[in-house]
């Protein structure tokens, strides 16, 4: 009897709930023809950039630069990347201008760089800015957060470490922030930023040791927490796309405990409220899961180039994918079980015309504000339920201003409150 229940149960969930699966739609590939992985990329309005990027049946770098026009689904090539050619680089957009970090190139003779660049789409022109402080960077992870670049991890140049810093453009200037825990590995670590939070994905270090470990940033607090481990083999060069509350990703390269290499065709549903993974099922194949280019557009997710095959030699590809997201863009991940509406943390309205705004919380803690220098503003306790604030009692009367929650269970939410004023 109890085993026709839980058979029941099982059928009764797919049916009324089902599992996730994604229809891929093919797209214009690259016109160029030259298939390439590891390329740095800019998403400015409505425009895709790929640059650089690796070769992957030769290794060697490249040094174009090809513009995606994602409304009408056409490609155009843009000016060469102006020291020569370079791959694993870092990359980032910060007030409409594109981020180049080099990472390898072949003004090195193929040996990393800390030449910064930056990318003024109108003019098409790329200008000098500071050089990266510390050690070069390649296989690096970064993300952007509040118009502020962000580089992580360095693995295989002079030396290999832990080391986070960030670039402020208005500044010129680079500030090295809290390193990440040792246990982090070095190489192949995909970042995802959703809101003040960065998320960090598997890896691997200098002995080609491959890792599953999730860890959470904190930018506000400058902390690290780790959040365990995802599903599935350990991992490098995954892929991701951040929405709402869920985070989509998976893939990648994987390595069993011989060092046997295979392309990950396993995605998952990563539920940040809970910190808990669901399986997603592709409805139809495409030809990379690992090291290429992810970008949100609207209610589109995408996805180009990439690694095709790992053996006999690595090769890569010049497709260009994409996916409905409609249905995660409000997804709070929660499964089969609904969260009750009076669990949800949210800050409301915002952005805010008024005098007031709310910030409701699932459970009592303390709340600090801080302005866009990071002073301190205020500080107070929060109940479990809703909790009203006004501009004066805040001193708000600039546009921004950032709030870090301390819930009593020890969870974080971090933000920014908005006011149109």
């Not at 390898?104 to 030449?115: E, G, H, I, P, Y």
């Not at 959040?227 to 069993?256: C, E, H, K, T, V």
Request: charged fraction near 15%.
């Amino acid at each position: 009897m109890k085993l026709f229940l839980s058979i029941l149960l099982s059928w009764f969930c797919l049916v009324c709930y089902g599992q996730d699966t994604i229809k891929w739609t093919r797209l214009s590939p690259l016109p160029d023809g030259v298939q390439r992985v590891e390329s740095a990329c800019f998403l400015i309005d409505s425009d895709f950039y790929i640059v650089g990027g690796q070769l992957g049946n030769t290794l060697s770098s490249i040094n174009s630069m090809w513009k995606y026009h994602i409304p009408s689904d056409t490609w155009q090539q843009m000016g060469n990347l102006p020291f020569g050619a370079s791959d694993r680089a870092a990359s980032f957009v910060l007030s409409g201008k594109g981020y180049f970090l080099t990472g390898r190139d072949s003004v090195n003779n193929a040996n990393c760089d800390t030449m910064l660049w930056e990318y003024e789409p109108t003019a098409d022109m790329w200008t000098r800015k500071a050089s990266f402080p510390d050690e070069p960077r390649q296989q690096s992870s970064y993300f952007s957060f509040d118009n502020v670049g962000y580089v992580a991890q360095t693995y295989g140049c002079n030396t290999t470490d832990s080391h986070l810093w960030s670039y402020d453009p208005v500044q010129n200037k680079w500030s090295q922030l809290a390193s990440l825990p040792n246990s982090i590995l070095t190489g192949g670590s995909t970042a995802v930023c959703k809101d003040s939070t960065s998320y960090l994905f598997g890896g691997h270090d200098v002995g080609f040791n491959f890792c599953k470990d999730v860890w959470k940033y904190n930018i506000l607090s400058n902390q690290w927490v780790s959040m365990g481990q995802m599903p599935g083999l350990n991992r490098d060069y995954s892929i991701f796309w951040s929405f709402d509350s869920i985070i989509i990703g998976g893939g990648g390269r994987l390595a069993d405990n011989n060092l046997v290499f295979k392309l990950g065709s396993d995605f998952y549903k990563y539920d940040l409220y809970r910190n808990i993974w669901t399986s997603i099922v592709f409805q139809n194949s495409f030809d990379s899961t690992a090291g290429g280019a992810t970008f949100k557009f609207h209610n589109k997710a995408f996805y180009f180039g990439g690694l095709s095959s790992l053996t006999p030699s690595p090769t890569s590809n010049n497709q260009m994918w994409s996916f409905d997201a409609s249905k995660y863009i409000h997804d709070r991940g929660v499964g089969i079980q609904e969260i009750n509406e009076d669990y949800v943390f949210k800050v409301y309205p915002n952005p805010m015309r008024g005098e007031t705004f709310n910030i409701q919380c699932p459970e009592a803690g303390v709340i600090t504000f801080y302005d866009v220098l990071g002073q301190t503003i205020y500080k107070t306790n929060l109940i479990s339920g809703v909790n009203t604030f006004n501009c004066g009692q805040l001193a708000f009367y600039n546009s921004i201003i950032i709030y870090n929650v301390k819930m009593n269970s020890g969870k974080v939410e971090t933000g920014k409150v908005v006011t149109l004023k």
